[in-house]
């Protein structure tokens, strides 16, 4: 069975929210952009780990999270659970994900009432203030070399990416995640002025009997 729980045409094409119950009787839910499927919850530990493996390179407390875009709340919920964090502004392309999220339709995300939480609609880029977060943690494609719009291509040139690593503290971390192992941008990371211990986790994740090899890429602000 599968139920449209809402849809959307925005600026950037038609988003639609699904939920569909498996054989098993699973419930899941499924994010359509443009026609084209985005995402769904099947198997989120890459998007969990986006958060986790970022915040356990950071030392300190109180720290500031920047979160690009919101998806289906995965990425957001874990941050939020991580002890020490005190502000995570989440900013996302689509206006109606965040109406979505405010409805309660998101599964991984049921804390958008928590005081530290701010969601934004807009680019992730527009949000890169010098020096402002702790770390930054980007998932607004399928990865550098498979882009959902292509007005993000800027995001991982040089230029794109050193504006996110200024938006990061000294000691901070940026962090993107990537459908694909990015060599490419495993390497200009790691050639950012100010970035130290450029490193890529390949996480293999298996969906429907294919194991898929996703990986995070992910660079420190020199203290
Ligand atoms: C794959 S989803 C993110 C999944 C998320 N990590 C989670 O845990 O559910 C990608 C999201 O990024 C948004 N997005 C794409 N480009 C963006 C941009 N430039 N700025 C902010 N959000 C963007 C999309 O609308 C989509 O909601």
Redesign the pocket.
């Known amino acids: 069975m599968r139920e449209e729980l809402g849809r959307v045409a925005g600026p950037h094409g038609e988003v639609a929210l699904w939920r569909r119950t498996t054989e098993d009787g699973a419930t899941v839910t499924e994010?359509v952009?443009d026609g084209v499927f985005?995402?769904d919850d099947v198997e989120?530990s890459t998007?969990r780990a986006?958060a986790t493996e970022a915040l356990a390179r950071i030392d300190g407390a109180e720290l500031a999270v920047l979160v690009?875009?919101?998806?289906?709340?995965?990425?957001?919920a874990t941050v939020l659970a991580t002890p020490g964090v005190a502000e995570v502004l989440v900013?996302?392309?689509?206006d109606a994900?965040i109406g979505w999220a405010v409805e309660g339709l998101l599964p991984?995300l049921r804390r958008v009432g928590d005081p530290r939480l701010e969601l934004v609609a807009g680019?992730?880029?527009a949000a890169f203030s010098p020096d402002r977060f702790d770390a930054v943690l980007l998932?607004?494609?399928n990865g550098p070399d498979f882009l959902?719009?292509a007005s993000?291509a800027g995001?991982y040139s040089p230029a794109g990416l050193a504006r996110a690593l200024g938006a990061v503290r000294p000691g901070g971390v940026l962090a993107v995640?990537s459908a694909d192992p990015a060599p490419t941008l495993l390497h200009r990371l790691a050639a950012l002025p100010g970035a130290v211990d450029a490193e890529q986790l390949v996480l293999p994740v298996e969906r429907e009997g294919r194991v898929f090899e996703y990986a995070l890429v992910l660079v420190r602000r020199s203290a």
Do not use: I, Q, S
């Open positions: 994010l952009v985005a995402m989120t998007e986006l690009g875009g919101l998806g289906l709340g995965w990425t957001t900013v996302e392309l689509e994900l991984g680019d992730v880029a998932d607004v494609d959902v719009h993000n995001l995640w």
